[in-house]
């Protein structure tokens, strides 16, 4: 019984044709216009398909990066933070948009991977949250969160133009470098 319901104009099914591709072609398909062009087409189709599974692609080395950099870049606005201006007035920016800088001036910090980063708008001003995974050879670096701390700081200042009332720098997780990342 035809399962693809795809009927020759010579009234034979191409799952027919298909069932018979190793098989030696009949009296009707060898003088058939049309099952010979659909025995030649499926015979192609079943070359490629062989080649491309039988490809051995590696993803990306970057493949991660781009995956954590399209999240991160994710267009939903949310709350906005408050900028003073040397006009009367004021700018707002989204929070996310402030995260966003923020975590790129931690993952200068050699050794520090960014994770979250929240901005919120307290009583005494802008608190930041930033979540980060350091490096097994600088887990017990105070060296190293001083210096993130330095540098959000830094790029909240001149890059955003706010001072944080509040930065809290989390340690959530531990990495081992693979062999070709720069060492200390």
């Known amino acids: 019984m035809a399962m693809t319901g795809y009927e020759l104009p010579c009234e034979r099914d191409v799952e027919q044709v298909w069932e018979r591709l190793d098989a030696v072609a009949d009296e009707h398909e060898l003088s058939c216009p049309h099952c010979g062009a659909a025995r030649e087409s499926l015979l192609a189709l079943r070359e490629a398909t062989t080649e491309l599974a039988a490809e051995e692609d590696a993803p990306s080395p970057d493949l991660f990066g781009r995956i954590m950099s399209a999240v991160r870049a994710e267009v ?7 900028l003073p201006t040397p006009e009367p007035g004021f700018v707002e920016v989204s929070e996310q948009a402030v995260a966003a800088v923020l975590r790129y001036a931690a993952d200068t910090v050699d050794g520090v991977r960014a994770r979250r980063c929240r901005v919120r708008t307290g009583p005494d001003g802008v608190e930041v949250e930033l979540t980060l995974a350091v490096s097994l050879r600088t887990v017990a670096g105070g060296a190293t969160l001083a210096k993130v701390r330095e540098r959000v700081t830094a790029a909240a200042t ?3 133009g706010l001072t944080p009332a509040k930065l809290d720098l989390l340690v959530e997780d531990i990495f081992e470098e693979d062999a070709g990342e720069p060492g200390p």
């Open 76 to 82: 939903r606005r949310g709350s906005t933070v408050r």
């Open 158 to 160: 001149a890059r955003v």
